[in-house]
């Protein structure tokens, strides 16, 4: 986020300087209007240039930017479905477990094989 605020000021501070550079140019001239028109033309020129060129690499470096971040929030995601995977095995595995206990239960109950259980005392 600062990358691209400090970008946003060069470029603002880029600008303006330009313009200040052009009207001093104007207003301080030595030459003719024509010889001033045609430095005038060259120095936008330029400076037009500097700034697609600037445009362009931020550009770049926000695509960059940006395949980085796809790259982690894909990384990220098969993480989470890893984690999900194993989670829903545990799961299933105690599942497992507990139904097994529970049969056993209701096994040794129509057994008769329960435990006695002990007398609870019930208050009036």
């Known amino acids: 986020m600062s990358d691209h605020d ?9 600008i303006v300087g330009g313009l200040a550079g052009a009207v001093a140019a104007l207003l301080l001239a030595p030459q003719s209007g024509e010889e001033t028109r045609a430095v005038i033309k060259e120095r936008s020129i330029e400076l037009r240039d500097r700034a697609t060129a600037e445009a ?31 989670i829903t095995l545990k799961a299933r595995e105690k599942g497992k477990e507990f139904a097994e206990t529970a049969k056993k239960a209701v096994a040794r109950g129509k057994k008769g094989n ?11």
Request: aromatic share 8%; proline share 6%; hydrophobic share 40%.
């Open 114 to 124: 329960s435990p006695e259980l002990p007398e609870l005392p019930i208050e009036a």
């Open 56 to 86: 362009e690499d931020a550009w770049k470096r926000a695509e960059e930017t940006a395949k980085e971040a796809r790259s982690r929030a894909d990384e990220l995601a098969k993480q989470a479905i890893a984690q999900g995977e194993e």
């Open 6 to 14: 400090e970008f946003g000021a060069f470029l603002v501070g880029f």
